[in-house]
């Protein structure tokens, strides 16, 4: 149980294009979800924090109008990057939270964006 | 501030070894306190966690992590590891009251050697 899927799992784009990458909870309800960035070699960085129904509370520094999260429903949440330049060229994790268990987070998979 | 740290950025071993994986935190509140692993271009899966209650917990392929207090640690360890334990290990920290998010650290590298 508990799984999270992302999709895609690699994207490669050009520049100044947009990239919507996806985040699903199977088999439960997600309350809760977020969204972290990780470049190579390194830890993973929260960007935002997405309530379903709700718009997302960005982490300071990271761009809004840049990073448009959508939670549209209870297991589905969305990250579009939009002009997306090199330097947006990262992993991308999204996790979940359900409404019954408050400590645990369960990560998606992860998508490779590359952009050219 | 709070922070996360984890001293050892990565650490060889043989097979069959033990191995410690450090990990610090800066608190003034409560903590909650889990290990990740994350192999190759995969997501990250919970290794253990701690709560509350008893401060040594146990994950079922044979990790242990001690929450210590006085030492604001919660280092991992394994008394033999195996060659399929190689992956990337990240400590997380869960700040009580205000915002519920997790602050990783940097993560350590284990690889295991035959």
């Known amino acids: 149980g508990a799984v999270v899927s992302q999709h895609p799992s690699r994207v490669i784009c050009k520049s100044g294009t947009s990239v919507k990458i996806e985040c699903r909870s199977l088999?439960?309800?997600?309350?809760?979800m977020f969204w972290y960035r990780q470049f190579p070699k390194q830890s993973l960085m929260l960007m935002a924090t997405?309530?379903?129904?709700?718009?997302?509370?960005?982490e300071q520094g990271v761009e809004k109008d840049k990073f448009l999260i959508n939670h549209a429903s209870l297991t589905l949440s969305t990250l579009t990057v939009t002009s997306a330049h090199p330097e947006d060229s990262s992993f991308y994790i999204c996790?979940?939270?359900?409404?019954?268990?408050?400590?645990?987070?369960?990560f998606g998979p992860g998508t490779r964006l590359t952009v050219t | 501030a709070q922070s996360v740290t984890q001293l050892d950025s990565q650490v060889p071993v043989f097979e069959e070894a033990p191995v410690e994986l450090r990990c610090n935190y800066s608190s003034s509140v409560s903590v909650y306190l889990f290990w990740y692993v994350q192999y190759p271009n995969q997501g990250l899966q919970l290794l253990l966690k701690y709560l509350s209650g008893s401060t040594l917990v146990k994950s079922i392929n044979g990790f242990e992590a001690e929450f210590n207090k006085s030492q604001t640690s919660f280092h991992l360890r394994k008394p033999s590891v195996h060659i399929s334990d190689t992956a990337e290990y990240f400590c997380?920290?869960?700040?009580?009251?205000?915002?519920?998010?997790?602050?990783f650290g940097a993560g350590t590298r284990l690889a295991v050697h035959p």
């Open positions: 996790s979940a939270r359900t409404g019954t268990d408050n400590y645990e987070q369960y």
């Open positions: 997380a920290v869960r700040f009580s009251g205000g915002y519920n998010k997790l602050i």
């Open positions: 088999d439960f309800q997600a309350t809760t």
């Open positions: 997405s309530n379903e129904g709700s718009k997302a509370t960005y």
